[in-house]
């Protein structure tokens, strides 16, 4: 199993990135994708999650109309659109896939929003 996160950088406040998360080992049309973010000194926490199926999606209060998540189930590739990034938004961002009880983790990509 494995999650692989790119797209991650350094972006000025107002700007965007497009994190990915490809996915391989393991049937990910069955798996609900999850990107979560860790701060330094901060607890990880979710910020959206999108559902097997890729109709529903949720988000964090904090970037409700900034972000978008999605997937394509052909190239088993979940996505992050960050759009109008703040200071606040930095942090390593992780892909997750979830099952009832499984979870699969990646090894993150950074983050870092500074003028």
């Known amino acids: 199993v494995q999650l692989v996160e790119s797209g991650g950088g350094l972006v000025q406040p107002g700007g965007s990135l497009r994190l990915s998360c490809a996915a391989s080992g393991f049937t990910f049309s069955s798996y609900d994708m999850s990107w979560y973010r860790q701060a330094p000194g901060k607890e990880r926490d979710s910020v959206a999650r999108?559902?097997?199926?890729?109709?529903?999606?949720n988000y964090t209060d904090s970037v409700k109309g900034r972000f978008t998540i999605s997937r394509d189930n052909a190239k088993s590739t979940a996505y992050l659109q960050m759009n109008s990034l703040k200071p606040e938004d930095t942090a390593v961002y992780y892909c997750a896939a979830i099952w009832g009880t499984n979870i699969y983790w990646g090894q993150g990509t950074q983050v870092t929003v500074s003028s």
């Open positions: 999108i559902l097997s199926g890729g109709g529903r999606t």
